[in-house]
């Protein structure tokens, strides 16, 4: 009895083993089902990491590194030569109800190449009312590649957080890589703040710029993280629209809906007047 007793509490034991076993695999795959890349990054932590290694990005000079050639990403194309430029992508792509609430764009082309592949143009709005470029710089969006993470830079729609400058940030997901000068998205997915953000590098990584690297965050020259970080805390302060946001599922809408009150009028909050938006065209 005693025997029997015992065989049947182990094979209770691993039978309860194998459900449980075989439950974690049915929600591992019900996840990966329902969730597109973009936000199985956001369900897993996305955030950047400082170089295609796990070396700091503060240690000693490295010869791999150093074999990389920055001219190789450079972008030097006329973009009054191009048959779309920004300008013509930022007009057939922005809602119109946004345009009033907007005084600078900051429109990035997440493309793997192309004349307009991985570089961030600044757009801020002229006395007539006009967006007039003003600055064209080099940029390494997400890798896209399914690792720790799956390294996405999520395209659409985003506001800058104005609650999460920081002036020293650190990855939690990548090793406590340095993310100097961070500006968050305002974004985000199942009722949790997302991790991704406009930010600085080393210039250990600056050779990098040009081309996808990231872990899914936006990444600049440290120089140009610090001017944009510097300028828009100083002069781009005002009332923006609320992006409007899905209760049942806590994500942030990417595509510029925005939420209205019981007169019909879109509803505002003080934030930075600056739009951000991610595309996947490179010209």
Not at 155 to 165: A, I, Q, S, V
Request: glycine share 8%; proline share 6%; with cysteine.
């Amino acid at each position: 009895m005693v025997r029997l007793g015992l065989t049947t509490l182990v094979g209770s034991a691993l039978f309860l083993c194998t459900v449980a076993f075989a439950q974690e695999i049915e929600t591992s795959k019900t996840l990966e089902s329902f969730l597109t890349p973009e936000e199985m990054e956001m369900e897993f932590g996305p955030a950047s990491r400082m170089g295609e290694d796990d070396v700091s990005p503060w240690a000693e000079y490295d010869e791999d590194i150093a074999k990389v050639s920055p001219s190789l990403f450079e972008r030097t194309e006329d973009l009054s030569t191009l048959e779309v430029n920004p300008s013509d992508r930022i007009a057939e792509l922005m809602p119109a109800h946004l345009d009033p609430y907007f005084d600078m764009v900051l429109y990035i082309s997440k493309a793997p190449e192309g004349p307009l592949a991985q570089q961030m143009f600044i757009y801020e709005r002229e006395p007539s009312g006009n967006l007039a470029l003003t600055d064209r710089w080099l940029v390494s969006t997400g890798r896209e590649q399914r690792e720790r993470y799956y390294t996405t830079t999520p395209p659409g729609f985003f506001m800058l957080d104005p609650r999460r400058f920081v002036s020293r940030a650190y990855s939690a997901q990548w090793n406590g890589s340095s993310m100097p000068n961070a500006m968050f998205f305002n974004y985000s997915y199942r009722s949790r703040m997302s991790g991704y953000a406009i930010h600085g590098i080393v210039p250990r990584y600056h050779r990098y710029l040009g081309r996808r690297a990231s872990g899914g965050c936006v990444r600049l020259s440290y120089d140009h993280s610090a001017s944009l970080f510097n300028r828009v805390e100083g002069h781009f302060g005002g009332l923006v629209p609320i992006f409007a946001f899905d209760e049942v599922g806590g994500t942030t809408f990417r595509d510029g809906t925005v939420e209205y009150d019981e007169n019909g009028d879109i509803r505002t909050e003080w934030g930075y007047r600056v739009l951000l938006i991610v595309d996947t065209f490179g010209g």
